[in-house]
């Protein structure tokens, strides 16, 4: 009997100091992770509790957590077994924040001022259902288009009843300018906002193009980073940035404590987060994918105003609000600094409006809002990138896809959310789900072999 006990024990100790050592510091981001989500989910998109705990949050170990909503005052509030209690406050305009046990909630703050245009245009260029030869509201003009083929590309797409596989929640596909296929997952519809994870970098990067456009930037600049200005890495230009080849330090690894969690669920400044360090490469030369790097970027937009009010403005009135992405909600940190990197939500219509905005290079209903050169420049592989990469999009050059054309690029995100656009095709398809084992290659070759050329 002394033995078994001296055997648990022993045992007990090792458990405890693995739980010490390996878990307990995950649980801050954890409850963080869970708290922002479920703020997000129930005040953006009004999904309800129980939706998102068996949906969004059911990732390894984020379900260990238990989470409350305060509907008067508009907060979650998420812990594991009690412990490690994190707090993501709503407030419109802004979406939810997670914060920390310093921020002071009652300081005033800033929302972004939002222009809804209004007229009587059918989509993209207005919100007017379109006026088609279907009951589904689907258009079917085009005789070069094999209807068949393209519905059940799309319905292939979406888990059969009672199955939790490919876990997509909307498709959408464009072709010149029509909405030729539109599905939705039970739950979720026209009007649903869904995150966009990473293709909020391709919104934070377009920023750039615009100001460019604009005569307000040079990207091929240093970047205007004080901190960089008396050591090696003031030859870091914005250009760089763009493509993630500054050739500074960063771990983009959410499986772990890595700078990029640490970033988004402990950071109250995220812009700064990448500011500190140093060179691992060479600027220009080296590729890593970097969440800190585009909220570096975020930080550099600011910077371009003398206000914080007309940084918030200009990212809704320059392009957001321009394009009539009127659902989207780019959410900000305790600092005030739009999430650049991580943090946009809108509905799959929208979504496809910014994949039709650079299918047009950056013509928008007459109206230029970037040059049509910045549609190639942020289609052009980045060095180093093997052809994966170009300036916050992703691309298809080296044949990632092999079924699909290799002028295709995209925004892409977390869980497999993609914006797909392919010039040679006239065409713009959206995916959003939950799934990063999703089947991409074959729906996208599926759906632009329905196209009869």
Known sequence: MKKFLKIFAVLLLIALVYLRIEIYPQLDLISGFSAKSVASGHFIDGRSLETIQQGDNDIDKIDWATNKIDEKQRFVTSSVYGLKTRKAIYREGLGATLINDDYDVSKPYEVPKRNFIKNDLPFPYGNNELKACLPNGMDTIFSNIDYDKLNA?????????????????????????????????????????????????????????????????????????????????????????????????????????????????????????????????????????????????????????????????????????????????????????????????????????FGLLYLHKGNWNGEQIFDESWAKYVAKPTNGSNGKYGAHFWLNANGDFPDVPRDFYRCSGYQGQMVAIFPSQDLVIVRMGLSEEFDFNGFLSGVVGSLKR
Do not use: C
């Open 153 to 353: 590309a799309v319905a292939n797409a979406f888990d059969n009843k009672g199955e939790i596989n490919k876990r997509t929640r909307s498709v959408i596909v464009i072709y010149k300018d029509k909405i030729i296929a539109e599905k939705y997952a039970d739950g979720f519809n026209k009007n649903s906002k869904i995150l966009g994870w990473s293709m909020t970098k391709s919104i934070t990067g377009t920023l750039f193009g615009v100001l460019q456009k604009q005569g307000k930037i040079d990207i091929m600049k240093p970047a205007p980073i004080d901190e960089w200005k008396n050591d090696e890495r003031a030859i870091i230009t914005i250009n760089d940035l763009l493509h993630m080849n500054s050739g500074l330090e960063w771990e983009e690894d959410y499986g772990k404590i890595s700078d990029a969690t640490k970033m988004l669920f402990q950071a109250d400044d995220m812009t700064k987060s990448q500011i500190d360090k140093p060179l691992v490469g060479k600027p220009n030369n080296t590729w890593n994918y970097s969440s800190g790097t585009t909220n570096l970027l975020s930080g550099i937009l600011r910077k371009q105003f003398k206000t914080h009010q007309e940084y918030l403005d200009f990212w809704y009135s320059a392009l957001i609000d321009k394009i009539g992405m009127n659902s989207m909600v780019v959410e900000t940190d305790m600092a005030g600094n739009f999430v650049g990197s991580s943090y946009s939500w809108a509905t799959t219509r929208d979504w496809a409006k």
